[in-house]
């Protein structure tokens, strides 16, 4: 980067420089751009004018330099193609000549004026000569602005030690950032403890956990706490204080990027099909009582979506009919000799591993009937009655072992946890990301990541991709010492400061929580946090925030300028 | 010759102005009347920037932001709608919310840009000249259009129209969530009251005047004037300024 100059002083009369391009013929082919830029001398506080064969050209970039050196400009307007693609370029040619990068107005008169009125070219002609006019008015106001740097603690916390949290952890310690992995319980692992099998390759769940453990330890990046929760949450992206309490003890930490892999948790069917823990018990205590080679069943029933894709929890579970196959499976592995039954809603196998996995289970044997949702299966003692749609007659299925396939559920702690880290979670309980396609492990909070079942339920292999995913994406930050951001932002300035009345409404818009109260029960804006998007300024209710390079002032002097007035 | 609209369009930085540069790649052609500030984010849209907009001669205004659900900033847009939903209602009061248009246009839909823009263009163009506009502006209702800018910018107003979704959505402070309907009821209440209060407060913008003067100026009843002059004075933008005989006059602060 170029040495700096002093900046020019913010106090000083506007000395605008017009800068207006042909872009070869793509604008100078339509509309007379010398005269356009001659027009645009007469315009309050302009000072120079040029056009430009191709202004965004070693050529015309030279141009703007000698034209703020010989002319003394201090706010620079280009008139050319569009503000999202060559914005940058002008702004880094007038840092370059010592001026704030920030005093520089785009007045887009290719892709929105001579590229769609070709026809037209004399009314193009009047609309870049406005389009200018509105331009300088808002050059005329602009301020200097600084972007923000912020040191980043490259280090990570993550909250949940199940198989997402420890594959995040492993990651980002891994990439050489020193990482503090918490878990609720005396060890880690999370649901991996009770399983017995991983689908689709059968894989003994133990085994997987042991080999996880074993590099866990061996890490010396990477520092396990187990018996801890996450007791406060303070600070913002780069620079989080948490204190953890360990059996007590209270530890604190500084941290970087914060990763939530907390999963999720077991529903108990209380009141479904008569379950008892007994002779009527879940998919994953049927995992226990194959884990310890407990079982004793010849007739076993299986029942899908007990307590799931109902009215109070709509949503599908996603693991559930993958565990309700390799578990039948286990057990004819066990006693090929077996009935097996799998009450059905819908079955969902997606992909080649998982419809592959699903054949299996057809050919070895297990039967599958669907069920009606408003005929449910009823319980008589040692029978099943359940209404088989296809025969349209109820059947009698006799079972030793009736083994109900229920809903992972959120935890029912996510609601104290999602209020520390500032982030929100959807209508089950489960944590919501930022954005279900475009950011998936993030959340709108900078520096808060998600992976795993917390966000909703998925399987083994899904949680490991996630883990990666997540620890990619806390990487994207630990990976700089320090985190430059925007300066355009909202800011409550100290003259402004007597305008809030507390409302609190800029709080309550703000998507990003960006805006706190402090001690003094004044507003603060975290400039960090701040993504500019001016919504707190356009609500505020006592018009004291201010939103940077698109304040009230500027856009009003554009409406004037549109109005002719200048 | 025709009559050719001044239009202002306020585009969000990620998806219309996108959109509408997408349109310029793809070289589609549309009526020139648009001219466009540039906002990073739709719901920055301060109500005040339409209003100003028609007061300084603007035929059409049209705002435009990323579709809802892809907000390049998660729920500006939805934010960005209520303050437009208010702003047509209050331009309802003077027979130009036809005038205004909120429209999403992605980043990818430069054709449905050039569309839009073209339909509105259009739209206005049928409509004629806005009365505000022009060389001769209706003085009338360009006070009145004053008037509204007023209201719409008092913290009342604000404050309904910033913290509707949170009320109507999630909750309030005492944990209760308001029917929209009901919500509705006091918004278009709080609507009228503020006009008609900023229309009496302009009223003695130049001059001190009476409640009766006031009152027939407007066609508003005294008693009406009188009530909303009270709560001006409670604001502290008004407040008495002689007795001419029995008469109180009234001056602005």
Redesign the interface.
């Known amino acids: 980067m170029a040495k700096k100059k002093p900046e020019k002083n913010e106090e000083e009369e506007p000395r605008i420089g017009v800068f207006v391009c042909h872009c070869g013929s793509n604008i100078g082919g339509y509309i007379d751009c010398k005269t356009v830029a001659e027009i645009a001398k007469d315009l309050p506080h302009v000072v120079y004018t040029q056009d430009n064969l191709y202004t965004c050209s070693e050529t015309g970039l030279a141009n703007i330099k000698q034209g703020i050196r010989e002319h003394n400009l201090n706010r620079v307007v280009v008139a050319s193609c569009t503000p999202r693609t060559h914005e940058p370029l002008f702004r880094s040619c007038i840092e370059e000549e010592g001026l704030n990068p920030y005093h520089f107005q785009f007045v887009n008169i290719r892709d929105q004026n001579t590229w769609v009125h070709q026809k037209e070219p004399e009314k193009a002609f009047v609309k870049a000569n406005e389009l200018i006019m509105m331009g300088v008015a808002k050059a005329e106001r602009l301020q200097a602005l600084e972007k923000i740097v912020v040191d980043v603690t490259s280090t990570a916390l993550v909250i949940g030690g199940g198989v997402a949290g420890i594959t995040a952890a492993l990651n980002l310690s891994n990439q050489g950032f020193e990482t503090h992995l918490i878990e609720k319980e005396d060890k880690l692992g999370g649901r991996l403890n009770e399983l017995y099998k991983i689908f689709p390759k059968d894989i003994e769940a133990s085994e997987l956990l042991e080999s996880l453990k074993k590099k866990v330890e061996s890490n010396s990046n990477l520092k396990v706490y187990t018996s801890a929760e996450v007791k406060t949450i303070e600070g913002f992206v780069g620079n989080f204080e948490i204190e953890i309490d360990q059996a007590g003890q209270i530890i604190p930490l500084k941290i970087g990027c914060i990763v939530v892999a907390v999963g999720s948790s077991l529903f108990t069917p209380e009141g479904y099909y008569g379950y008892d823990g007994e002779k009527r018990i879940t998919q994953s205590q049927l995992e226990v009582k194959l884990k310890n080679d407990k079982l004793d069943a010849n007739d076993v029933v299986m029942i899908q979506c007990v307590g799931a894709r109902i009215e109070e929890r709509k949503y599908c579970s996603n693991v559930c009919c993958m565990s309700a196959l390799k578990n039948a499976l286990a057990i004819k592995e066990k006693n090929p000799d077996a009935h097996i039954t799998i009450l059905f809603r819908d079955l969902f196998t997606p992909g080649t591993h998982y419809e592959a996995y699903y054949r299996r289970a057809r050919e070895a044997g297990i039967v599958f009937i669907t069920y009606n949702p408003d005929k449910l299966p009823k319980v008589e003692g040692d029978t099943l009655k359940v209404y088989n749609e296809y025969i349209g007659e109820e059947m009698s299925l006799p079972y030793d072992l009736l083994v109900l396939s229920t809903p992972l559920v959120a935890n029912p702690e996510n609601k104290a946890l999602a209020q520390m880290l500032k982030v929100p979670l959807e209508e089950n309980g489960f944590f919501l990301e930022a954005h279900v396609k475009l950011r998936p492990m993030d959340f709108a909070t900078d520096g808060v990541y998600i992976c795993g079942s917390a966000k909703w339920p998925v399987d083994i292999t899904e949680s490991i991709s996630q883990g990666y995913a997540a620890a990619s994406r806390a990487s994207t930050i630990l990976s700089h010492p320090q985190l430059e951001v925007e300066g355009a932002t909202s800011s409550l300035p100290e003259y402004n400061k007597s305008l809030c009345t507390g409302c609190e409404v800029c709080i309550s818009v703000c998507p990003y929580k960006a805006i706190s109260k402090n001690e003094d029960d004044e507003i603060v804006i975290t400039q960090v946090l701040c993504k500019g998007c001016g919504l707190c300024g356009a609500t505020c209710t006592n018009h004291a925030i201010v939103i940077r390079h698109f304040t009230d002032d500027q856009i009003m002097a554009q409406i004037d300028a549109f109005g002719g007035i200048m | 010759m025709s009559f050719e609209p001044?239009i202002?369009g306020f585009l969000c930085?990620w998806c219309s102005?996108?959109g509408?540069?997408l349109?310029?790649?793809s070289?589609?052609?549309?009526p020139?009347n648009i001219?466009?500030?540039?906002?990073?984010?739709s719901?920055?849209?301060?109500p005040?920037?339409i209003f100003?907009?028609f007061?300084?001669?603007?035929d059409g205004v049209i705002v435009m932001g990323c579709h809802p659900g892809d907000c390049?900033?998660?729920?500006?847009n939805y934010?960005a709608e209520k303050?437009y939903d208010m702003t047509e209602k209050f331009l309802k009061l003077i027979g130009m919310d036809d005038r205004i248009r909120l429209e999403w246009v992605s980043a990818s839909e430069g054709a449905r840009y050039?569309q839009v823009v073209t339909e509105f263009t259009e739209k206005i163009k049928s409509l004629g000249p806005a009365p505000t506009a022009g060389d001769n502006p209706d003085q009338e209702i360009l006070s009145k259009l004053r008037a509204i800018k007023m209201a719409a910018?008092g913290?009342r107003m604000?404050?309904l129209?910033?913290?509707e979704?949170?009320i109507t959505e999630i909750e309030n402070v005492y944990g209760e969530k308001t029917d929209l309907d009901r919500f509705m009821e006091v918004m278009d209440d709080a609507i009228v009251q503020e006009y008609e209060r900023a229309r009496v407060f302009l009223a003695i913008e130049e001059k001190s005047k009476s409640v009766k003067e006031i009152g027939k100026e407007l066609d508003m009843d005294p008693s009406v004037v009188l009530e909303h002059m009270l709560i001006l004075k409670s604001r502290l933008l008004v407040d008495f300024q002689e007795i001419v005989g029995n008469t109180p006059l009234f001056m602005r602060l």
Do not use: S, T, W
């Open positions: 001044k202002l930085n102005y996108a509408a540069d349109a310029g790649v070289r589609m052609q549309y020139p001219r466009v500030i540039r906002v990073m984010c719901g920055r849209v301060d005040a920037f100003k907009g007061e300084v001669g603007a390049h900033y998660l729920e500006g934010e303050k050039a910018a913290d604000r404050a129209v910033g913290r979704r949170h």
